[in-house]
């Protein structure tokens, strides 16, 4: 089954990199879309479904952490798993991205295999419960 | 926080970047600036940025734009003939923060940081903080990464 996603960060280094690490991860990515802020990731998602977000946290307009709020509170997009994928290692930070609604956090730098792994985790939790 | 401890943090956190997600090894790495035999006059990316917390203070990365070019390269998965000005830029910037983020949390684990984005700009490694500074360089055959670290405040 593919797999279409949503990637949201604001520097197209970092998307670029993702991107390629999820075709070259094995896994059969379908729709890769891009965003480089909550504001943009939203609109997209008004029209387009996906079935995993990756989203940056630290991005200028909307930052990761108001998505997320968004996602969480929206009676559809609540559904998509979302995977923060973020250079704060804080645990405090990444707790409150977990309490948010996110279903696994990435910490960069990573390597393919961990992406891959926690995006299938995220995907695999939904599976299980929804 | 003692010098030795911002050197070791810096080492390990240089080196967990470039082979993770540019697939580039350090060859060579000590502290200060760039050694001056290293100095061949080539351009440079330069990029900045400031951290909020406990402590606060600022970052740098500076690349010169040949190995920039290969850093990019690896990044992107592209040739390095393909890799643009503007995404080399865009490299290092984001190099710069993973940097900054792994140094900082290999630091203070439980502190809590405010980053701003990197910013493209101009200086000279080492020079201009306003507070302690602790600069360390790295030979990636290509060239010489320089990274330093200045700190507003002492935990």
């Keep these: 089954m593919e797999l279409h996603?949503?990637?949201?960060?604001?520097?197209?280094?970092?998307?670029?990199?993702?991107?390629?690490?999820?075709?070259?991860?094995g896994l059969?990515?379908?729709?890769?879309?891009?965003?480089?802020?909550?504001?943009?990731?939203?609109?997209?998602?008004e029209d387009n479904w996906v079935d995993a977000v990756l989203t940056d946290i630290n991005m200028p307009r909307m930052d990761g952490e108001e998505l997320l709020r968004r996602m969480s509170a929206h009676a559809v997009l609540?559904?998509?798993?979302?995977?923060?994928?973020?250079?704060?290692?804080?645990?405090?930070?990444?707790?409150?991205?977990?309490?948010?609604?996110?279903?696994?956090?990435?910490?960069?730098?990573?390597?393919?295999?961990?992406?891959?792994?926690?995006?299938?985790?995220?995907?695999?939790v939904v599976h299980g419960t929804e | 926080m003692?010098?030795?401890?911002?050197?070791?943090?810096?080492?390990?956190?240089?080196?967990?970047?470039?082979?993770?997600m540019c697939f580039a090894s350090v060859l060579a790495s000590a502290e200060g600036a760039a050694p001056p035999e290293a100095d061949d006059g080539s351009p440079a990316i330069t990029t900045a940025l400031h951290f909020e917390g406990s402590p606060s203070g600022e970052f740098r990365l500076g690349v010169p734009v040949k190995l920039a070019r290969v850093v990019g390269a690896g990044f992107l998965g592209r040739e390095e003939t393909d890799v643009s000005d503007s995404q080399a830029e865009e490299v290092v910037c984001e190099l710069a923060n993973m940097i900054c983020g792994t140094v900082l949390s290999r630091l203070e684990s439980k502190a809590t940081f405010q980053i701003t984005h990197p910013e493209v700009t101009q200086f000279e490694p080492g020079a201009?903080?306003?507070g302690d500074s602790t600069c360390r360089w790295f030979d990636l055959g290509d060239g010489i990464l320089t990274v330093s670290l200045g700190l507003q405040q002492a935990v």
């Design chain 1, 5 to 25: 996603v949503l990637i949201v960060d604001d520097s197209p280094a970092m998307r670029s990199f993702i991107r390629r690490v999820l075709e070259l991860s």
């Design chain 1, 28 to 45: 059969e990515v379908g729709r890769c879309l891009e965003a480089s802020n909550g504001e943009e990731a939203l609109r997209l998602l």
């Design chain 1, 78 to 124: 609540r559904l998509i798993p979302v995977l923060v994928v973020s250079t704060d290692r804080t645990e405090g930070r990444i707790q409150k991205m977990l309490t948010l609604g996110a279903r696994g956090y990435v910490t960069k730098p990573f390597a393919p295999e961990t992406l891959r792994g926690e995006l299938e985790h995220s995907l695999g």
């Design chain 2, 2 to 20: 003692e010098p030795n401890e911002i050197q070791a943090a810096m080492a390990v956190a240089v080196e967990e970047v470039l082979e993770t």
């Design chain 2, 128 to 130: 201009g903080f306003d």
